[in-house]
């Protein structure tokens, strides 16, 4: 079955940076837009990411320009989210989701249908 | 696109409908979908496109709107339907969310 499975988050220092990863199985990966979805604790959901299922388009939430990378491996099937200068701000939850439809032009979302469990970041000294 | 869910938590009886509302700042179209949530599970589409059901959800969904106001409604509410549930807009970057709501049975 269609199956996104997140990985990489834990404790981590201000400053610090860190590297999440996104397993995706049961679909065609490289077919498909990916976004990244983060809750920190208490507050609602904010997107964060998406990266177009070729690779070469890539849109962000004003917040985490400059310190957020997202990329992906379509030979591996993994999508990456890469965050520097951590703050405690980046304290969440981090989903990787998939785009509902396959091969959307750059600059269209048509919003997730797959969504991962999960990966909690946590940023304290 | 700023998007005001209410209500935040709703208290509802088995048998009951239950309507959760989402309001755009500005006209998104029927680019809206909801959601559901339930602890240690993975979240779940419930409706594209402001009304089209997901094949996998069952019927006691529906989803209405366009332009600015949109509606999920569960009719007949089960105790499996206790779940956080929140709107989503992709008209426009960034994608946004709802607040949520809490809906215990």
């Known amino acids: 079955q269609v199956q996104l499975v997140e990985s990489g988050g834990g404790v981590v220092q201000p400053g610090r940076s860190l590297r999440l990863s996104c397993a995706a199985s049961g679909f065609s990966f490289s077919n498909y837009g990916m976004h990244w979805v983060r809750q920190a604790p208490g507050k609602g959901l904010e997107w964060v990411a998406i990266?177009?299922?070729?690779?070469?388009?890539?849109n962000y939430t004003d917040s985490v320009k400059g310190r957020f990378t997202v990329s992906r491996d379509n030979s591996k099937n993994t999508l990456y989210l890469h965050i520097s200068s951590l703050r405690p701000e980046d304290t969440a939850v981090y989903y990787c989701a998939k785009d509902l439809f396959m091969r959307a032009p750059t600059g269209v979302s048509y919003g997730m249908d797959v969504w991962g469990q999960g990966t909690t970041v946590t940023v304290s000294s | 696109t700023t998007l005001t869910q209410s209500p935040a938590f709703v208290s509802a009886t088995p048998g009951d409908r239950v309507h959760i509302s989402c309001t755009a700042s500005?006209?998104?179209?029927?680019?809206v979908n909801w959601y559901r949530q339930k602890p240690g599970e993975a979240t779940t589409l419930i409706i594209q496109e402001g009304s089209n059901l997901d094949p996998a959800i069952s019927p006691r969904f529906s989803g209405s709107g366009f332009g600015t106001d949109f509606t999920l409604t569960i009719d007949n509410i089960e105790s499996e339907d206790a779940a956080f549930y929140f709107c989503l807009q992709h008209d426009n970057f960034p994608v946004t969310f709802g607040g949520g709501t809490k809906v215990e049975i």
């Open positions: 500005q006209d998104i179209d029927n680019d």
């Open positions: 990266i177009w299922y070729d690779g070469t388009n890539k």
